[in-house]
């Protein structure tokens, strides 16, 4: 039997806000070891304009508005997929490191600027 697309049932802004906080937990810059084995700390970019930076990705500050949506950090740490550190930002659990979101692709635009 095929694994169940989107098993905890996370909605899409809450599936869009996992993406980024997967893809920040990629990049050095933005991101460290967490205490927990497994785990991955990372800090939230600043937008500027209408996009933000991560690594070779631009993406748009509308795909980003759950990054500073208190309601949306707590119904991800309820799920078990972060620990939240709001403000600034969240501690991923493996859970939320492994967890297919299918929106990578559509969300984080490959541009040269």
Excluded at 40 to 52: E, I, K, N, Q
Aim: hydrophobic residues 40%; without cysteine; positive net charge.
């Amino acid at each position: 039997m095929r694994p169940k697309r989107n098993p905890l049932n996370l909605n899409a802004l809450q599936l869009r806000t996992l993406t980024l906080l997967q893809e920040l937990a990629r990049l050095a810059e933005y991101s460290r070891p967490g205490e927990a084995p497994g785990s991955v700390a990372v800090r939230l970019p600043y937008p500027h304009g209408d996009h933000f930076h991560l690594g070779e990705a631009v993406v748009a500050t509308r795909d980003a508005s759950g990054l500073r949506n208190p309601a949306v950090w707590v119904a991800l740490e309820r799920k078990g997929l972060l620990r939240s550190m709001s403000p600034n930002g969240a501690v991923l659990t493996p859970l939320g490191l492994d967890y297919e979101t299918g929106l990578r692709e559509t969300i984080l635009h490959k541009a040269g600027h």
